[in-house]
Each structure stands twice: as structure tokens, then as C-alpha cells.
């Protein structure tokens, strides 16, 4: 059985990482790729975001049973193959997964305005992940 509690508690936290990003998304193109400032600051706050969402797949996995992941881009494969989110966020999720890892392990090649379209866009993902684990979590 799955702790409520402890997973509310990550999953307002990453709301709160989201409502960051949402504020970072309105800096143009321009502005975010010559300001070292805000650059800094979505990387880390995208960062925190995926290792937040990585984090509740894997506190629901371990909850649940499911097989152990080998890296982060098996977490969704495995909640998808346990019903927990839909086939299209699982192909999402595993991009971002990945992503992660080069925010991490390449730092230093990132490329700005890829950097970029992830916040753009990435929220919104990670706002579906949140609607399909708390769906599965509170019919179990």
C-alpha cells in the first residue's frame, strides 16, 4: 500500500518546481540564453523537477512491487507496463528520463535553447504525470 502522505508530500513539492518553471517560461529567447542568471536558475529548477518525478515513480514502484528499474528511463516503461500512466506519457517521460541525464553528466555541452523548448514544454508533461499517479494511486 502505497503512503498517501509521504507521496502528497513529493508531489507538492514538484508543483512547486512547476510553478517555478511557469514563471521562467515567460523570459524570451533572447533574454534567457545571454543571462547566465536565469539560465542557472531554470537548469537547477528543471533538474530538481525531473528527479522529483523520477523519484514518485520509484516510490510507487517499490510500494507497488513492480520490477526494479536499471536506470531512469526504465521508471515509466514500468509504470506503463503496471497501468499507472498511458503509453504516449511513458514515450514522454522516457525522453525526459533521459534528458535528465545530460543535465546532469553533460553540464558542460548544454545547449541552450534546447534547454530552452524543455521548459517550454516539459511542464505540461510532468502535469499529466501527476494526474494519471494520483488517478492509479487512489483507485488501489
Not at 125 to 134: L, S
Request: hydrophobic fraction near 40%; avoid cysteine.
Amino acid at each position: 500500500m502505497v503512503d498517501k502522505e509521504k507521496l502528497a508530500k513529493y508531489i507538492q513539492e514538484l508543483e512547486g518546481y512547476l510553478s517555478h518553471l511557469d514563471e521562467l517560461q515567460k523570459h524570451p529567447i533572447g533574454e534567457f540564453i545571454s543571462d547566465w542568471r536565469i539560465f542557472s536558475l531554470v537548469d537547477r529548477q528543471l533538474h530538481l523537477t525531473l528527479e522529483s518525478f523520477l523519484t514518485i515513480g520509484e516510490m510507487i514502484i517499490a510500494e507497488f512491487g513492480f520490477d526494479k528499474p536499471d536506470t531512469y528511463a526504465d521508471i515509466p516503461r514500468i509504470l506503463f507496463e503496471n497501468k499507472v500512466i498511458s503509453k504516449r506519457l511513458n514515450d514522454q517521460l522516457i525522453d525526459l528520463a533521459r534528458f535528465r541525464n545530460v543535465l546532469v553528466h553533460d553540464y558542460l555541452s548544454l545547449d541552450h535553447e534546447k534547454v530552452y523548448q524543455h521548459i517550454q514544454k516539459d511542464p505540461q508533461i510532468i502535469r499529466e504525470f501527476i494526474k494519471e499517479v494520483k488517478k492509479f494511486v487512489s483507485m488501489k
